[in-house]
C-alpha cells in the first residue's frame, strides 16, 4: 500500500505502509486537514510525530518547512517501513530528521530536554478505546509526558477515535475538535 505526501518539497512522492499494518495509517482527506490547520504554522517548526507509524505526518511536516522533525515507532517491522520510506526519500543523510525505534513514554523520559512547536499524536486506536484516565495507564502516561515537551504557543493534535472520549491531558486544554470518517482529530494548546 502506498501513501502520498500531499504538500510541498516533497508533494506527490510516496511511502509504503505494510499490508498488515500493526496501527491504522492516517489517510490522505485527515492529513490534509490536519496540516491545513496550522496554515504557516509549520514553516520553521520543531515537530514530533509520537507514533509515527509509516512516518506520513512526519514526512509531511518536513515537506512543508519544519525545520526539524523527531519520529518515533517502537514497532520493529513498522519501523523496517519508517526508514525505507526515509531512504527512498533520500532523507537518510537530511539532518532536519531523525527517527528512533522507541516507544514514545521511554524515549520522552531518556531525553529530557526535548521541546516541540507541533507534536502530533496517533497513537493506536485500540490503546485509545482501552484508555482510562488512570495513572498506570501507559497510553495516559505518554499523553501527558507529552504535554510537558510542548512549547509555549505550541500545539499538540491527537489523533482519536471517533466514538471514543477525548482524554484530558495534564496542563493543555482542548481548542476544537473536527470528525473525519471514524477518526477525530483534537488540538491542545
Known amino acids: 500500500?502506498?501513501?502520498?505526501?500531499?504538500?510541498?518539497?516533497?508533494?506527490?512522492?510516496?511511502?509504503d505502509v505494510p499490508r498488515k499494518f500493526s496501527a491504522h495509517p492516517m489517510g490522505e482527506r485527515i492529513r490534509s486537514a490536519l496540516f491545513n490547520s496550522l496554515a504557516g504554522g509549520m514553516q520553521d517548526?520543531?515537530?514530533?510525530?509520537?507514533?509515527?507509524?509509516?512516518?506520513?505526518?512526519?514526512?509531511?511536516?518536513?515537506?512543508?518547512?519544519a525545520s526539524n522533525v523527531l519520529i518515533l515507532e517502537k514497532d520493529r517491522s513498522v519501523f523496517r517501513y519508517l526508514n525505507k520510506n526515509i531512504k527512498g526519500l533520500n532523507l537518510d543523510e537530511d539532518e532536519r530528521i531523525h527517527i528512533s525505534k522507541a516507544p514514545t513514554l521511554n524515549y520522552l523520559k531518556t531525553e529530557k530536554n526535548l521541546s516541540f512547536d507541533i507534536i502530533i499524536c496517533d497513537p493506536?486506536?485500540?490503546?485509545a478505546e482501552k484508555m482510562k484516565a488512570e495513572d498506570d495507564n501507559q497510553l495516559f502516561k505518554t499523553l501527558n509526558i507529552l504535554a510537558t515537551k510542548l512549547n509555549k504557543n505550541g500545539?499538540?493534535?491527537?489523533s482519536w477515535p471517533e466514538k471514543t472520549d477525548l482524554p484530558n491531558i495534564s496542563n493543555l486544554k482542548l481548542?476544537?475538535?473536527?470528525?473525519?470518517a471514524g477518526a477525530r482529530l483534537a488540538w491542545y494548546v
Open 45 to 65: 517548526a520543531s515537530v514530533l510525530d509520537a507514533f509515527g507509524g509509516s512516518g506520513a505526518c512526519g514526512l509531511e511536516a518536513l515537506s512543508r518547512g
Open 124 to 127: 493506536p486506536y485500540e490503546l
Open 155 to 158: 500545539v499538540l493534535i491527537l
Open 175 to 180: 481548542n476544537k475538535e473536527k470528525t473525519y
Open 1 to 15: 500500500m502506498k501513501l502520498r505526501i500531499i504538500a510541498g518539497e516533497l508533494k506527490g512522492r510516496s511511502i
